[in-house]
């Protein structure tokens, strides 16, 4: 069974300051892995998918890394803002999405 | 990206009535659609994968009984919560899936959040 952890669970940063957030999982035999964002009470806004075959992603000031061979990905967010406060959620397909608990991100004005 | 849309966005049901959800896929036919639940301040766990046309399957340990899913159309897939309690509160989020293969990106709805009284 493919167990996905996020660490850290939450993360407290001031305004400007890059975020890293690490995601790892136990079953390398994965199609893609896809980072989502999710505001309190709200659905997913899905921010990047990565195939197995590639090792990064990037979008604006988001990239995405994946090390399926070591079970890792990382999530880098550039020159943080308050609007980036909410919580990251990774998300692991190896035919169903196994999601982890969550990194919970507070960026300080 | 495609979206997928979920009705109603919350519901409030008395304990013992029964209470539809609905996932659509506006702008691609979805062979394959996911039901999830979230607890407060939980991550999302799957329920049940449901295939246009066959029945549902469940995940371990949730009740067919209780969470019956219809996906009678490409584009609609129902879940029903029969005689609903308050532990069955929470938040439903589905997702739709691209046909051509397990590796295509699941596009999720906007949730809907169920409190039963």
């Known amino acids: 069974k493919q167990e996905v952890t996020q660490i850290p669970a939450a993360l407290s940063v001031p305004e400007g300051e890059n975020l890293v957030l690490n995601c790892s999982f136990t079953?390398?035999?994965?199609?893609?892995l896809q980072w989502f964002r999710q505001d309190p009470g709200k659905g997913l806004t899905s921010l990047l998918l990565?195939?197995?075959?590639?090792r990064e992603q990037t979008s604006g000031r988001l990239n995405a890394s994946l090390d399926k061979s070591s079970g890792r990905s990382t999530l880098y967010i550039a020159a943080s803002q308050p609007g980036d406060s909410a919580t990251y959620l990774c998300a692991v397909n190896d035919y169903k999405l196994s999601f982890g608990a969550g990194t919970t991100v507070t960026v300080r004005a | 990206g495609a979206v997928v849309s979920q009705h109603p966005s919350w519901v409030i049901c008395k304990s013992g009535t029964s209470v539809k959800i609905e996932c659509r896929s506006l702008?691609?036919?979805?062979?394959?659609m996911f039901w999830y639940r979230q607890f407060p301040k939980q991550s999302l766990m799957l329920m049940a994968t449901s295939n246009e046309g066959s029945k549902a399957t469940y995940e371990q340990g949730v009740e067919k009984d209780k969470f019956l899913i219809n996906h009678a159309s490409l584009t609609l897939s129902t879940l029903t919560v029969t005689s609903a309690h308050p532990e069955d509160s929470s938040f439903y989020i589905c997702s739709a899936r691209e046909p051509g293969g397990p590796y295509n990106e699941q596009f999720f709805g906007p949730g809907t959040r169920l409190t039963v009284l």
């Open positions: 990565i195939q197995s075959s590639q």
């Open positions: 702008d691609f036919q979805a062979t394959t």
């Open positions: 079953d390398s035999a994965i199609y893609n």
